[in-house]
């Protein structure tokens, strides 16, 4: 952490036309797009500059906990805990804690950078997460894409919950999701309540209008959907993809074997813009994973470490 670090803090990585502007604050993922040879740019993670000019959770990093902890309650080794509920569509926590700290910058270079931060049980367990973490988050720009990669350390003296999630939002250049078309690669997603907390029930996609194994149009279905069972192919990753035929453009979400679960948001409830692009967030644990660890939550040992990464490329069809 340096004080010179604000939520305006950011840094340009870049590699031919490729550009990604990364930020210390919160490890963020703000824009990542082409410049064209005309000057002009095409995003393809639809983002920001200026940490005020942030729209529905864009580019943020989500740990220890992704998604919701229904009305903030968990039990873990014996222990109830309560987390804060700021959650503002109901009493759950939400996203963890680490994309309002400024982090530390390491190791940069003109198209990779890597963050940290750390999490004490001290300063944390009033917060509902009495676990110590040291946590790294890393971008790279080459010429396969751009590469986000992450680690953390349990360096407490007792096994740690830990879930990881990362929420960019995507775009292939269409005035709203409605007339892009996406491939999700999950044959289940989870039963939400009326608060966005899970039930308990995973649901089969398999023949609904939830199936996205095969690549469709979105039309005006509202997504805010945590999908799970994910289809992988021969080296274990799982693509979530997003293209327009008559932008002739497509996106492609690698994700390895480290995440399990991916919640797909068409923004409906972003103000003043509403399903301009569709978040598709990579994570290592579902929805409410605390109370449900069957569905990927880590237990992270003292002294272990929890690695895994996803890839973003975007190509012509």
Known sequence: MTSETTPDTEIALACG????????????????????????????????????????????????????????????????????????EGPNAIHGFVRSLPWTTHEVDSNSVAFEVRLDAESYAPRGYPFSLAV??????????????????????????????????????TALVDEAEARI??????????????????????????????????????FNHCYVGLERDADGMATASLQHQDTGRRIDVVMDRSFSAIVVYTGDAIVDAPRRALAIEPMTCATDAFNHPEWGLKRLQPDETFTGRYRVMHRLL
């Open 136 to 173: 790294r988050v890393a971008y790279r720009v080459d010429t396969q894409g751009l590469t986000c990669s992450f680690a953390v350390r349990n360096v407490g003296h007792e096994a740690a919950p830990v879930g990881v999630g990362f929420h960019p939002y995507f775009t292939v250049g």
């Open 185 to 222: 690669p999950a044959s289940g997603y989870l039963e939400f309540n009326d608060r966005l907390a899970p039930t308990g029930k995973v649901l089969d996609a398999n023949g609904t209008e939830w199936d996205f194994r095969e690549c469709r149009r979105i039309g005006n279905l509202r």
């Open 17 to 88: 036309q490729q550009r990604a502007l990364v930020s210390p604050w919160g490890a963020a993922l703000r824009r990542y797009y082409l410049l064209e040879g005309n000057g002009s740019e095409t995003d393809i993670v639809w983002g920001y500059a200026g940490g005020a000019r942030k729209k529905g959770g864009q580019g943020d990093v989500l740990i220890p906990f992704p998604g919701r902890v229904a009305a903030g309650r968990y039990a873990f080794d014996g222990r109830q805990l309560q987390l804060e509920q700021n959650d503002k």
